[in-house]
Structures are given as structure tokens and as C-alpha cells.
């Protein structure tokens, strides 16, 4: 199984990016699919996720309203369209996957699946 996040870069604030994850090894459609991110010095957090249908989407906080989550079952990958961005966003970027449950995991480690990161970083 294989997670390859991509999109990442440096950004003004204000700006624009979106990231995606390829997912390859599984099948994609039987995954809930998380966005999380670590800053330096700070816990991972998670960012938004979706169930694996795409229905539902949860965000932390600081991100609603700017950040979107999005999934194309059909290309196997997942979006987080981040709007507005603001130098507290600059961060690694990580995605993962878990087997479809009853709610979306909230922490990292509880995703089967992990994928390496992308560096984010949001200049003022």
C-alpha cells in the first residue's frame, strides 16, 4: 500500500495550494481518508477527513471555512484544497487511510494506513 501526498510548497499568506494523495495497494473506495499536519515543535493534528464515501467531512477548527477535503474514487486520491492560508498553517502535511467504521479516526495512529508528508510553508 502505498499513500504519495503531493502539492506542497511555500506560499504567501493568503494564498492558495491544494495537495493530493494518490493511494495505490488497497481499495480506495472501502477508506475513510484523513489530512493531518505536524508544525514544528507541536503534536500532529488532524486537519480534515472524509468517510469513504465522501458524505461527511470533519475539520479542526482553525481550518473551517478555508480548507476543503475532497475525494475522487475514481482516480484513487484525495484533495485538501487549502484556502487563505495563514503562516500558522506552515507544516508537514501527511495523508492516511483507515477501513470504512462508523466514524472518522480523529488520530493519526489510529490510521492503518500513513503516507509520508509534504512541506507546507506559509511566508507573512
Known amino acids: 500500500v502505498q499513500l504519495q501526498a503531493s502539492g506542497g510548497g511555500l506560499v504567501q499568506a493568503g494564498g492558495s495550494l491544494r495537495l493530493s494523495c494518490a493511494v495505490s495497494?488497497?481499495?480506495?473506495?472501502?477508506?475513510?481518508m484523513g489530512w493531518f499536519r505536524q508544525a514544528p515543535g507541536k503534536d500532529r493534528e488532524l486537519v480534515a477527513a472524509?468517510?469513504?464515501?465522501?458524505?461527511?467531512?470533519v475539520y479542526a477548527d482553525s481550518v473551517k471555512g478555508r480548507f476543503t477535503i475532497a475525494r475522487d474514487n475514481r482516480k484513487n486520491t484525495v484533495y485538501l484544497q487549502m484556502n487563505t492560508l495563514k503562516p500558522e498553517d506552515t507544516a508537514v502535511y501527511y495523508c492516511?487511510?483507515?477501513?470504512?467504521?462508523?466514524?472518522?479516526?480523529?488520530?493519526?495512529?489510529?490510521?492503518?494506513?500513513r503516507g509520508r508528508g509534504t512541506q507546507v510553508t506559509v511566508s507573512s
Open positions: 492516511a487511510a483507515d477501513y470504512r467504521r462508523s466514524g472518522v479516526r480523529q488520530r493519526f495512529d489510529e490510521y492503518e494506513y
Open positions: 495497494g488497497l481499495t480506495f473506495s472501502y477508506y475513510d
Open positions: 472524509t468517510t469513504w464515501s465522501g458524505s461527511s467531512a
